[in-house]
DNA sequence: TATGAATGAGATTTCATTCAT
DNA sequence: AATGAATGAAATCTCATTCAT
């Protein structure tokens, strides 16, 4: 649970930072560090029960009682079940941005192979980890609820970044879409593998997924 | 498909069905044509919403109101929501089921790729009817309720049939991880088109998905 | 279940009887012969579900199951499930107060304490089969519903009859008094012996009842 | 005793008790001063609108108002109306059971019967605060929810108490079968002359069923 | 005479949020 | 800063009764 856990942890609010990044009910509040500790402790629960059992299906009771404290304490820190949603999502689509930032230029043979492998070795822990946040945008979205505009901008900004690496790799298809493509396959091969519809061999999914990948996009090219 | 949107007055719920296609409320009742047509008008009806709100938004007086009938009325044929939409899951997982069984068998050339293409074009029109109920098997997986059997169940199923296709066009990748890679492909990225977070050109989409797997499946063939 | 069924079968609404007598929703209906059989079976029916689940958990849906007829059928015959039930009553409480009225005369010795076990015997046969419907009574007394009348009146009656008996029999005791001690002591042995809570042997009971009574009449007496 | 009726803040339900004693809502739960308050009124709120209207007649909704609470709070403290009645019986049966533990040795003459009548007021008093729940048993057992095994246990209970103080006294009856006997003619003379449908004269009532009690048991044993 | 279908008032129950200490 | 208790709006579900054929 480390990184989704780490930047609030060891920065608290960043300074001047927008209004999303901070649960509104710890707006203007200055929080010693029992209270830090506490909203952490939310934090942390609220990441493990929704992991567990879904946005819909958790009850403010179920964060509280994982964190042990209380109701009370849980309106101190979040106006609402909703408002720790937020929180958890923004932290998760910091790190999904940061991650896509890195995703590798496109290359052929088995260097360019290996490099998307190791990102997307890289993509899988934390989809590990934050899956349940990323799958919970998905109802959302049907909702228009503002989770939808930090998922929707957050698979944009995550597309653009792999656009511009598809560019130049393969400057006949329509690099939008084929970045769309690839977080597409990427996102819910790792769903099945990971909610065990289809467990199959980890190893063996990242090879054929670094193998389709680069033959989608490189294959094509070479045309 | 009939049963999702059309009247299909005419054909009900297959006769003699096993116990699993038949809403549990209604096991054991004999249908006359009037119930006949009130139940279809309920899942008709259940269709809709879900696809405008999503699972969770809905209640049940949103699906007699657009039914056109009463609380009591909706009891009669169903025991719960989740009853209604395992129906409804049921009758998509029939559809998708006989549409996996007709993917083309892959092909080099435009001729191959034309028909992925098309058949993706009748994916994509069924996706756009029963996406909604799809995309709740999302949620429901989450927390292990019936649902997930019947989704798990055509996932698998659909990737079986899937696979039976790439074995031979792609003997030196796993076929099962291969179809996996597709489906997961396929399902996304229609879902990221269709509920507009990309929404681009349905076209463009549909040619680079066509030659993505093309190019995947049989790209990575040739080497 | 002969008892109970037999008098409306065998002739019909008693001529000139009183509104009590006949179901609110058959009045002023002439019945035919399919009528009648079918105003029985929803008789027989109801005595079966009331003595099998109680009056407040039987649904007019288990009584029209039982019958194998129709709720429609049920409210041609019967205004309300209240209807139904007051006409079990008025059967049970008809042959309760025949039952009554031939309790021995107390008599010392064997034979005066063979005649009162012989009349458990009978009580005791008719309680097994109109118990449920007895103590229902019990039920609605506390809702000052019409059934309470009936019941009232039918212990009133019981206890009447009784009285007649025990005053020769024990001048210094009071006989109203006595007479419901009787009857007290006879519905409720034969109650808690019937559900099951004391089981044991129902010729001991039996055996303990009658000496009891005589001796607690007859013993009382001699002083 | 305190619990049905007196408001009783300072006692409580005792102490460390079996996991039967407390309803199954506060299971678990610490209850401080406030909380205890709370639960004591709906328990007396139950014990007064069970007593007025019957177990079936009455809704959540009357017991709440009469608590002067809401719905909600209902449901922090009881499951269900039925979880608030086995509460109120469990409490019922321990009073019971105690007072069955107090029945006086059955001896000859003026002082034995007097035992037994002072015995029968303190009977008579308890039976008119609890008689509504210890009659709602009735209802229960027909069903055999779990009501059936606390009443039954009562009954139980009671008469092996009353077979212990039998047995020397009357050596040729079968002492629970005349115990039951006993517990049968005491509840339901009690029963029949409170409910009014037999009023009469209380003292008579009470100097009948000593006479009788004592005449049966020892007239008998005199054979 | 019979029936399957429909109704809707009313009961139960849940749970996010606020209160009082 | 923390907490246990309370709230009530809103949802689910039941079932006696009526309707339409």
């Not at 999502?89 to 998307?116: C, K, N, Q, S, Y």
């Amino acid at each position: 649970m480390a990184a989704v856990t780490q930047p609030a942890e060891s920065a608290g609010p960043p300074e001047g930072s927008g209004s999303d990044l901070v649960p509104a009910a710890a707006q203007g509040r200055e929080l010693r560090a029992r209270g830090r500790r506490t909203m952490r402790r939310l934090l942390d629960a609220g990441a493990a029960v929704f992991a567990e059992r879904g946005y819909h299906a958790v009850r403010v009771d179920d964060v509280v009682k994982a964190a042990r404290t209380s109701h009370g304490t849980f309106y101190l820190y979040f106006t609402s079940k909703e408002d720790l949603f937020r929180a958890l999502a923004v932290e998760v689509a910091t790190e999904m941005t940061a991650l896509a930032g890195e995703f590798p230029p496109f290359a052929d043979g088995p260097e360019g192979r290996a490099a998307i492998r190791e990102w997307l070795v890289r993509f899988t822990e934390l989809y590990e980890r934050a899956g349940p946040v990323i799958r919970t945008w998905t109802e959302a979205e049907i909702s228009d609820s503002e989770f939808g505009r930090i998922g929707g901008g957050l698979v944009g900004e995550f597309t653009a970044r792999l656009a511009a690496r598809i560019r130049p790799a393969a400057p006949d298809l329509d690099p939008m879409v084929a970045a769309m493509a690839v977080v597409a396959l990427v996102e819910r091969t790792t769903y099945l593998s990971l909610t065990g519809t289809r467990p199959g061999d980890r190893d063996k999914t990242l090879d054929t997924l670094a193998t389709a990948i680069q033959a989608g996009i490189r294959g094509t090219a070479r045309r």
